[in-house]
């Protein structure tokens, strides 16, 4: 029992006032928690890597913010080492908070039990927060209807990976944008959308319109930005605009203005715009996660992931996520 | 017959580059046109002034762009003085789209004919597109529910004033935004309003939160800009801000940067933000009117407008009226 005595984490050294760099943490080591009656004790296996936990790092958003000398937070999948509550077992798979940190103690009602369907990794990327984020984002806020142009930026992202495919899958041309050329290939090539464009492109917004003759019907918005200001002057009457993340808003301490277009545009072409959280949609998880994992067992949804290893390196997966380093879903591996 | 002969007309001089002035107008003296077979002649009675018309000057909209030398364009309610169209008579008031002058003539499908109720004003007031865009921007995007929070900008307005009275009448918190002191006097002593606030004052935000004590559910947003800005930081999770016009940006060439928050205040709050043209409600508008006009004679809904004499004076009552002069539903008394 002895390695289960240490208890590895990242605390949150100083707050970043400005762009997110590794000297914001620092390696510590921590008690290992018991759990009282009521409570269980969850040993990491992966830790999610999101834009989101730079946002924690600001100020409160949808959560409390986060403080100097905490450990830093995180989703993560964990293994129960020790319970003490009714209908969790030493050995279950839970999602919980545990943060960045080998172990976490946490009431029962703060863990959710995951049925392994596949790999445990896909239950972080397609069919956790991300995938389930793509879907109902998609699905239920943008619902495109066949044949309909949509446009996700950040597409070779976490969640903008699977929302772009569902956009083919469910049979809209589907286009992605992206930070790099490597990416956008990738987005035509492996993952079979109409086209891909990388925003950095002194063309960008002439690509964009070559790439939309239609002009766009949904837009999965990750970005906010330049990237929302384009497409807002490319949408079509009676479009809807996603806001699902604002990864160009993230890594600073105050928002920057919002794009030209809002609100004249909304009014003069009956735009819906629309912010959704992923938790809104709990209801409609499981049978969410059946059709990703149909969509993954056919073939028609490909799982694109970004792992790290060792729970010293989230610091450096989060900041160069935040620099659009990823392709897919970022994690780090901290035990098995 | 004489004084029939003649078609007073005011032009587009010269389309505004900044802010429009009554430089940009000029009178003239047309032709009288003659109706062709299917088409009827329509003699302007009263000539409806909107912020709309000066953004018609910027370009296409929702409808084609205007240009110099052309009969300035608006919404009229006239009376048909020679009709060659089945089932329009002479005498029928109209609503049509004559523009600023004393007669045009039209497709029979282009003229709508009015069922008077009360007087011939209200039907470009509150029966008319004002208050229809307030009814169904309110009641059919915005859906408050009883006791909450609603707040209109530009409330002293044509629409505006309509829609803080509806929000009042079905049981919401009503407060208002407005330019004047004065403004904010009537819309709280008059209309019943719950509070009014001038957002020219320096303490504007702080004075919003404090007329919002538990929030904003519903923002109806007819300036964008800052008020826009002001709202957005105070709105409810899940909260709705319709888009209805662009006050603050009309009267300039090109748009300015968005509000600050969009998107990330959308995806953090859950907001729905969402333009609507009140053409896309045709269907409801006769059930519109209905309730409309029942609040109109309960007493419940009072009937605000803001009248000039003289078609030579519609170019002063536009350029007042983006200056925030008016007080209701301005327009012009071209004819009785």
Chains 1, 2 share one sequence.
């Not at 005595?5 to 760099?21: C, D, F, H």
């Not at 998609?138 to 309909?148: D, E, K, M, N, T």
């Not at 969410?288 to 610091?315: F, M, N, Q, T």
């Amino acid at each position: 029992m002895g390695d289960e005595q240490t208890n590895n984490q990242v605390l949150i050294r100083e707050l970043p006032t400005a762009e997110l760099t590794v000297d914001a943490f620092e390696l510590a080591t921590g008690p290992v928690p018991e759990p009282a009656d009521g409570e269980v004790l969850c040993r990491t296996l992966l830790l999610s890597i999101d834009a989101a936990n730079r946002a924690w790092m600001q100020g409160a958003t949808y959560r409390g913010a986060l403080s100097a000398g905490q450990v830093m937070d995180g989703f993560t999948l964990a293994r129960v080492e020790d319970s003490k509550a009714d209908g969790i077992s030493v050995g279950d798979i839970v999602e919980c908070q545990n943060g960045w940190q080998d172990l976490a103690v946490h009431p029962a009602r703060a863990v959710s039990r995951v049925e392994l369907r596949g790999e445990l990794s896909h239950h972080l990327s397609v069919l956790g927060v991300s995938g389930l984020t793509a879907y109902h984002g998609l699905l239920g806020v943008g619902r495109p209807v066949a044949r309909q142009t949509v446009v996700t930026s950040a597409a070779a992202g976490a969640a903008g990976n699977v929302a772009a495919q569902i956009a083919r899958i469910v049979g809209c041309r589907s286009v992605g944008v992206a930070g790099t050329d490597e990416k956008c290939r990738m987005l035509v090539d492996d993952l079979g959308l109409d086209a891909a464009i990388n925003h950095r492109s002194p063309e960008f917004r002439t690509e964009l319109k070559a790439a939309c003759p239609d002009g766009i019907d949904v837009y999965f918005d990750n970005t906010g930005g330049d990237i929302l200001e384009a497409a807002l002057f490319r949408m079509n009457q009676g479009g809807t605009i996603v806001c699902c993340g604002v990864v160009s808003q993230y890594d600073t301490s105050s928002p920057a203005p919002g794009p030209r277009g809002v609100p004249g545009l909304l009014v003069t072409k009956r735009l819906r715009m629309e912010g959704f959280i992923v938790m809104d949609f709990a209801d409609g998880h499981g049978a969410a996660i059946e059709e990703l994992a149909g969509w993954i067992d056919s073939g028609e949804l490909r799982v694109l992931e970004d792992p790290y290893d060792g729970l010293e390196s989230a610091p450096e997966a989060l900041v160069d996520l935040l620099a659009g380093g990823n392709v897919g879903k970022r994690f780090v591996r901290v035990a098995s």
